[in-house]
């Protein structure tokens, strides 16, 4: 598997299913997925910002997953920040989310950061426990309680 960086022009056909899929495992529908344009316009400004933290995983050429890594501000802090892990249904299952998780904490090692946050749904269970099993936390319910933060260490 490599990764590629996202270009909005190229890969439009496969972000918006995989995020829009994304929407689908985590909260059984895509009914807030939100607008397509502004989705793409926030891909182009965010991979602009940071193009090696907005990429497709490649695999034989065909690309079956995507990854959105930004550092922000939180309580004070510069922390990593996971706004997709993405692999597709058939892919899922077979230690490849391993290979995100690593690329993931390259780049965040890369920005001098120390720890990392992401948003998961609680009805995700195996979204959970993948995160769980690699060492992160839950912080908290977020949200109204739609979605719960974990933390994590590099």
């Given at each position: 598997?490599?990764?590629?960086?996202?270009?909005?022009?190229?890969?439009?056909?496969?972000?918006?299913?995989?995020?829009?899929?994304?929407?689908?495992?985590?909260?059984?529908?895509?009914?807030?997925?939100?607008?397509i344009?502004?989705?793409?316009?926030?891909?182009?400004?965010?991979?602009?910002?940071?193009?090696?933290?907005?990429?497709?995983?490649?695999?034989?050429?065909?690309?079956?997953?995507?990854?959105?890594?930004?550092?922000?501000?939180?309580?004070?802090?510069?922390?990593?920040?996971?706004?997709?892990?993405?692999?597709?249904?058939?892919?899922?299952?077979?230690?490849?989310?391993?290979?995100?998780?690593?690329?993931?904490?390259?780049?965040?090692?890369n920005?001098?950061?120390?720890?990392?946050?992401?948003?998961?749904s609680?009805?995700?269970?195996?979204?959970?426990?993948?995160?769980?099993?690699?060492?992160?936390?839950e912080?908290?319910?977020?949200?109204?309680?739609?979605?719960?933060?974990?933390?994590?260490?590099?």
């Amino acid at each position: 598997m490599r990764f590629e960086p996202i270009d909005v022009a190229k890969h439009r056909n496969f972000i918006i299913p995989f995020r829009r899929d994304s929407f689908i495992v985590s909260f059984g529908s895509d009914k807030d997925f939100g607008n397509i344009e502004e989705y793409l316009d926030w891909i182009k400004t965010k991979s602009k910002q940071f193009p090696d933290g907005f990429v497709l995983a490649i695999d034989n050429e065909i690309p079956i997953g995507q990854l959105e890594l930004t550092i922000k501000e939180y309580n004070g802090s510069k922390i990593g920040y996971v706004n997709l892990y993405y692999l597709i249904p058939e892919k899922r299952g077979m230690g490849l989310g391993k290979e995100l998780q690593q690329y993931a904490l390259n780049f965040f090692d890369n920005y001098g950061v120390k720890e990392y946050h992401l948003r998961v749904s609680p009805s995700n269970k195996n979204a959970i426990n993948f995160y769980r099993k690699n060492g992160m936390q839950e912080i908290g319910l977020e949200l109204e309680g739609k979605v719960i933060r974990m933390k994590g260490t590099l």
